[in-house]
């Protein structure tokens, strides 16, 4: 069985740019994570959505938005796009919102210049 | 405030015992996990602990104390492929249904 996938793996981008990650969760999941983890960090929560619908958000600007779609994958969008927010952006879904563990995708490597 | 605690860096040798410890203040609980993340690499799934006690799986093995926040990794028979970040988490039952907080991660040195 496939795990998460994520796309693309790395990317780079000019400050003020807009970026868009893509996710797709492991078949029969219907939980979806995003975390965004800088180099030697522990990953940091942004955003959670179950059933197509946003369960929480994390200590992240408006810049930041993210939504899924009827077969459960998703997208997050980052504009305006800040020196800072180069990181390892993750993924991760589960099978029931509120139980289980989650599986992480590899992750996109987003560098912003 | 939400925090999560743990060594920043630990050393030990192939075939010892290492011993992880973290300490959480969250303002709910819902659960702690334990991922190991290699690097360049996502992490991956340890174990997990919601009730008091020892959860025993192979090499690894990882305790919980809700009354004292507090949780340890217990890796038997390191090996050199060990060496990696060690990642506790808690799931905050407060902010949402599956989100983690995770702390900074102890990063394993395995030696021969």
């Known amino acids: 069985d496939a795990g998460v996938t994520q796309s693309p793996t790395h990317l780079i981008k000019t400050r003020g740019q807009q970026v868009t990650l893509r996710c797709s969760p492991i078949s029969g999941h219907k939980s979806v994570s995003w975390y965004q983890q800088v180099l030697g960090q522990g990953p940091q929560f942004i955003f959670q959505y179950y059933e197509k619908e946003e369960r929480g958000r994390g200590n992240f600007p408006d810049r930041f938005s993210a939504r899924q779609f009827p077969n459960y994958s998703s997208e997050l969008n980052v504009n305006a796009l800040l020196l800072g927010d180069s990181a390892l952006y993750l993924c991760a879904s589960s099978s029931a919102s509120g139980h289980y563990e989650q599986y992480f995708g590899p992750g996109t490597r987003l560098t912003v210049t | 405030g939400q925090n999560i605690d743990q060594p920043t860096e630990m050393t030990a040798t192939e075939g010892a015992i290492v011993q992880i410890n973290c300490t959480y203040q969250?303002?709910?609980?819902?659960?702690l996990f334990w991922y190991q993340q290699h690097a360049g690499e996502a992490p991956t799934f340890l174990s997990y602990n919601v009730l008091d006690g020892l959860e025993e799986k192979g090499r690894f093995s990882s305790f919980l104390s809700r009354s004292k926040g507090y949780s340890y990794l217990l890796l038997k028979e390191l090996q050199m492929k060990d060496s990696a970040s060690y990642l506790c988490?808690?799931?905050?039952?407060?902010?949402?249904?599956?989100?983690?907080?995770f702390g900074k991660g102890t990063t394993l040195s395995v030696s021969s």
């Open positions: 969250t303002s709910g609980f819902n659960g």
């Open positions: 988490a808690v799931r905050d039952q407060d902010q949402a249904g599956t989100a983690l907080i």
